[in-house]
């Protein structure tokens, strides 16, 4: 009786497991398909691609899309743009963050949880777009690479983060230890805490990186100086808001090699920006998904 | 005594604060003037709610408050049960390697831009050269109606690029609350001869409510600010009938055109208001129906 009920049951399991994997190949699937798409389109022929001939393979293989791309003076300098700021500004960030957080973190820095608050309360509540565009207008980096830099240097969510590692991975005991030996906060931080940090440093680093490289909303806010722009104000120029300039247009031929041309720069765009981030992930994604899990504990 | 230090440490990150968060946090006071570009914020004058009254006057205030709400309770909607759903069935696979392979794929998307995400979708509905429209004249041999310029299939798009993009990364934090569910529970309940079926509804669904309900309060309560550059990107002449929402409507009025930065600014406030009070509300909600809370 026992046996044939386990037998059933292992049965029933069996079509369980089943549906599952099948119901999660149909989503990965989902989920790629547009992806290897785009990566055959970007390799296939300007003619294949805007008569609709790629499917899955690239079809017709070529390189011109890449050369178009690294032809474009504006995608060569955004690129170099997007570079620099996700550096700097990376390096401003992080080091903003970590000095919030550590005094932050330490249970007997009086008035903590009045200045907990104050970086709190940004997390619900904010100037909105007009007010911040004011201040940064009236502080003259309008048009300067400040602009990009400067506003959300610190995200009151990866300070958080940072704090929660700081409270939960470094001893008090260690800091005991120090004080005795009447070291300051100052070197605690930088020859004790900092050196255990790297987990959380790496795990911030590569939060801000990504946010950097991805940013488009205050270069679109606050640049028109098109030798400032990023990456991504470029990417929505030819991606998004493509209009022919029908100067440009001479016969219909030329027109029809212009235009599968353009559709192909287009995937080919979307593969080279795309790149250095999605590279780059197989090798930090268990930080990335410490991060979410350091962040998720309630700080 | 050694406080000092730690005091001198937070100083630059406090500044930083209070200029970038704060400061524009005063300038909402626009809000409530005429502002006058030479008299600056502090110098304009004091006209009351006129900009409030005139925005719920207008025509735009009904079409901009129905499409902020219409795109987020479905963002919400749709949005937030499929990661749970993705992660239990993620979790029931015992195949060590097909669940890597799952989670690494779907991790994917999370990490492209919204313009590149935009820039994406715009291609794939492309009526001319989009796969979508490939497949649909494959399959029907007819082409494909136009979908980017039309207003109903707007909010459509919307979420389910977000779905495509985020459902794997968002799954992350219930995956990992189901990796902590104890074994002898499994264990037992198998003992007992429940399916593998059973112990999802019985043992890993009520494992990940928690965190779940954190994450519902979080999402409620964020649901009126719906972000400003996936919408505006998605924007076309056509579709503007509900795609024009309250954050890009606020840039608009404030940025293009006449730019009226007082009445943009009091656009601007009238949501944030309602986000704010949202967020407390739901807050309130969940600490009354479970322990679970963010403050």
Same mark, same amino acid.
């Given at each position: ?299 | ?71 987020? #309770? ?7 049960? =499929? /990661?749970?759903?993705?992660? +239990? &069935? !993620? ?57 980017l310029g039309n207003p109903s299939a707007f909010p459509h798009l919307y979420v389910w690029s977000g779905i495509w993009q985020n459902t794997g990364w968002n799954s992350i934090i219930y995956i ?23 112990? #999802? ?7 990940? =409510? /928690?965190?779940?309900?954190? +994450? &519902? !309060? ?78």
């Amino acid at each position: 009786m026992f046996l044939s009920k386990k037998r059933l049951g292992s049965r029933n399991d069996e079509v369980f497991y089943f549906v599952t994997n099948a119901i999660l190949a149909v989503i990965t699937l989902l989920v790629l398909y547009p992806l290897i798409y785009i990566v055959s389109a970007s390799f296939s022929s300007p003619n294949a691609v805007s008569s609709g001939k790629v499917i899955l393979f690239p079809v017709e293989f070529s390189l011109e899309g890449y050369e178009a791309v690294f032809k474009n003076n504006m995608i060569v300098s955004g690129y170099a743009n997007s570079l620099f700021y996700t550096i700097a500004g990376t390096v401003i960030n992080v080091g903003l963050t970590l000095i919030a957080a550590y005094p932050l973190s330490r249970k007997d820095l009086p008035g903590k949880n009045i200045l907990m608050f104050i970086f709190s309360f940004t997390m619900i509540f904010n100037g909105g777009i007009i007010p911040n565009y004011i201040l940064i207008r009236d502080l003259g980096m309008i048009n300067t690479r400040w602009a990009l830099l400067l506003p959300g240097a610190i995200s009151v969510y990866n300070m958080i983060v940072t704090r929660t590692f700081f409270q939960s991975n470094i001893p008090i005991e260690l800091y005991e230890a120090t004080s005795l030996d009447g070291g300051s906060d100052f070197k605690y931080f930088t020859s004790v805490v900092l050196p255990l940090s790297k987990a959380v440093i790496a795990v911030i680093s590569l939060f801000y990186a990504l946010s950097h490289w991805n940013a488009f909303f205050n270069a679109f806010l606050y640049l028109n100086n098109k030798s400032l722009f990023p990456l991504q104000i470029v990417l929505r120029d030819i991606l998004i808001s493509t209009s022919i300039d029908p100067s440009l247009v001479l016969d219909p031929e030329t027109m029809a090699a212009r235009q599968g041309l353009a559709d192909l720069l287009k995937y080919s765009l979307i593969v080279v920006a795309s790149a250095p981030m999605i590279c780059l992930y197989p090798f930090v994604q268990k930080f990335f998904i410490k991060g979410v899990m350091i962040g998720s504990i309630k700080g | 005594m050694n406080r000092r230090q730690l005091y001198i440490m937070l100083l630059l990150p406090i500044i930083y604060i209070v200029v970038f968060s704060y400061v524009p946090m005063l300038g909402l006071q626009i809000a409530f003037k005429k502002f006058d570009g030479n008299a600056g914020i502090w110098g304009s004058q004091w006209i009351g709610l006129q900009n409030f009254i005139k925005f719920f006057n207008s025509y735009q205030f009904e079409r901009v408050l129905k499409n902020t709400l219409v795109v987020s #309770v479905y963002h919400l909607i749709a949005g937030f049960p =499929i /990661p749970i759903i993705f992660a +239990l &069935l !993620i979790n029931a696979v015992r195949s060590k390697r097909y669940k890597k392979a799952v989670q690494m794929i779907t991790y994917v998307p999370h990490f492209i831009s919204v313009v590149v995400l935009v820039g994406i979708t715009l291609q794939m509905f492309d009526s001319r050269i989009g796969l979508v429209a490939t497949i649909y004249t494959l399959l029907t041999k007819q082409p494909m109606p136009e979908i980017l310029g039309n207003p109903s299939a707007f909010p459509h798009l919307y979420v389910w690029s977000g779905i495509w993009q985020n459902t794997g990364w968002n799954s992350i934090i219930y995956i990992a609350a189901l990796a902590g569910v104890d074994s002898e529970l499994h264990e037992a309940a198998t003992v007992d001869g429940a399916s593998r079926l059973k112990r #999802v509804f019985y043992i890993d669904l009520p494992s990940i =409510i /928690p965190t779940a309900t954190i +994450l &519902l !309060i979080m999402n409620a309560g964020k649901m009126m600010s719906v972000g400003f550059e996936k919408v505006y990107l998605l924007q076309n002449p056509l579709n503007l009938r509900t795609s024009e929402i309250i954050s890009t409507y606020v840039y608009k009025v404030g940025l293009t055109g006449f730019s009226d930065f007082s009445y943009a600014t009091a656009i601007g406030l009238f949501n944030s208001v309602i986000n704010f009070l949202l967020i407390i509300i739901v807050n309130q909600i969940s600490k009354k129906i479970s322990d679970s809370s963010l403050w």
